[in-house]
T-cell receptor
Framework: DAGITQSPRHKVTETGTPVTLRCHQT?????MYWYRQDPGHGLRLIHY???????DKGEVSDGYSVSRSKTEDFLLTLESATSSQTSVYFC???????????????FGQGTRLTVV | KNEVEQSPQNLTAQEGEFITINCSYS?????LHWLQQHPGGGIVSLFM???GKKKHGRLIATINIQEKHSSLHITASHPRDSAVYIC??????????FGTGTSLTVIP
């Protein structure tokens, strides 16, 4: 199994509080992604990173920020959690081959976040 | 507009049946991925392919680049195959696009 872990696995938090989710990899992959998964939707991209300190927004980035200070860690922060951010969050890693993203994607086990 | 469409959304089969899940995509791709997610579980990569066909055990994945279509077949289905199967493509812009998944239930 690829070395990718998410923490925490479960979290309940109150509306308005900040929350940080951590994704840690041991594969030395350049690309790291944060997705959210909600019923009726496919995985939706929040933010991704293509290297240390290199990040970009995805389709559902409002209310989220990310940081990547080391190759192995990608942090997702909800600055002020809202009930609409209740979801299951997945981290994924991948790497380029021949300049394209045609290697396997590996996913973390997911973080179930509930905002009450 | 969904870049990746899967069908069917839900599928129930009797144990032993041959199962096919279809995936169509509308973007240029560098690879297509089939993923599996068990209830409450993580997401596991089953296949990554950019042409032809791959086989792993009872699972077979095919892709037709010209028609922008892929199929995932499960032979001799088993209750442990019950899961959500997700089709995803990685595009030439180094992004992934995901289908909404096919929920498969295999009844003993």
């Amino acid at each position: 199994d690829a070395g990718i872990t998410q923490s925490p696995r479960h979290k309940v938090t109150e509306t308005g509080t900040p929350v940080t989710l951590r994704c840690h990899q041991t594969e030395n992959h350049r690309y790291m992604y944060w997705y959210r998964q909600d019923p009726g939707h496919g995985l939706r991209l929040i933010h991704y990173s293509y290297g240390v300190k290199d990040t970009d927004k995805g389709e559902v980035s409002d209310g989220y920020s990310v940081s990547r200070s080391k190759t192995e860690d990608f942090l997702l922060t909800l600055e002020s959690a809202t009930s609409s951010q209740t979801s299951v969050y997945f981290c994924a890693i991948s790497e380029l081959s021949g300049g394209y993203l045609n290697t396997e994607a590996f996913f973390g086990q997911g973080t179930r976040l509930t905002v009450v | 507009k969904n870049e990746v469409e899967q069908s069917p959304q839900n599928l129930t089969a009797q144990e032993g049946e041959f199962i096919t899940i279809n995936c169509s995509y509308s973007v240029g791709i560098s690879a297509l991925h089939w993923l599996q997610q068990h209830p409450g579980g993580g997401i596991v990569s089953l296949f990554m392919l950019s042409s032809g066909k791959k086989k792993h055990g009872r699972l077979i994945a095919t892709i037709n680049i010209q028609e922008k279509h892929s199929s995932l077949h499960i032979t001799a289905s088993h209750p442990r195959d019950s899961a959500v199967y997700i089709c995803a493509v990685s595009n030439t812009g180094n992004q992934f696009y995901f289908g909404t998944g096919t929920s498969l239930t295999v009844i003993p």
